[in-house]
């Protein structure tokens, strides 16, 4: 798929989640050793009980990210009342982190991707910090989670990374 594809499809996948947006950093995803690019497709024992590795890149030294990762097609595509799930939140990862769990905060633990039925994008998308986030408001239930709204509690502003893939069952 060329990149001009696959940029257009990221932006129809999108749609309704987060306004449309030029990615400006890098953003990297493995799950075990398996590199995980937008637009893939996994089947559920492809993912791992394991939050995935994700490197951010360091285009912007010193510079702190957010990472949220949501399931917009929950339970179901066809019936997605849970939208958004929310997967996974890590504040405070530097630039050039080669392990977003490992180098940031973990403020909502990895909960593994399991979809009900059909093909369910997951969605990673990484906002710039303006400072050290100290204070998350809570977010439960995972149900029904705002990325956007989360970003404006925490003046995160527009996102400048995602991934997606697609998980079936």
């Not at 149900?143 to 404006?152: E, R």
């Not at 400048?160 to 697609?166: A, I």
Request: hydrophobic residues 35%; contains cysteine.
């Amino acid at each position: 798929m060329s990149s001009s594809s696959r940029s257009q499809a990221i932006t129809v996948a999108l749609q309704g989640i987060v306004e449309p947006f030029e990615p400006t950093v890098d953003m990297t995803v493995y799950y075990d050793n398996r590199w995980i690019t937008s637009c893939s497709t996994l089947k559920y024992s492809d993912v791992t009980p394991n939050p995935p590795r994700v490197e951010i890149g360091n285009e912007q030294p010193n510079q702190l990210y957010t990472l949220i990762m949501i399931d917009p097609d929950a339970p179901t595509p066809d019936q997605p009342s849970h939208r958004e799930l929310v997967t996974w939140i890590v504040t405070n990862i530097p630039s050039g982190s080669s392990s977003a769990s490992a180098d940031g905060t973990e403020v909502v633990p990895y909960n593994v991707v399991n979809p009900r039925g059909g093909f369910h994008r997951q969605v990673m998308l990484l906002y710039r910090q303006s400072s050290i986030i100290t204070q998350i408001i809570t977010v439960q239930p995972r149900t029904n989670f705002s990325s956007s709204g989360f970003a404006a509690t925490h003046n995160l502003g527009n996102p400048v990374g995602v991934v997606y893939f697609h998980v079936r069952r």
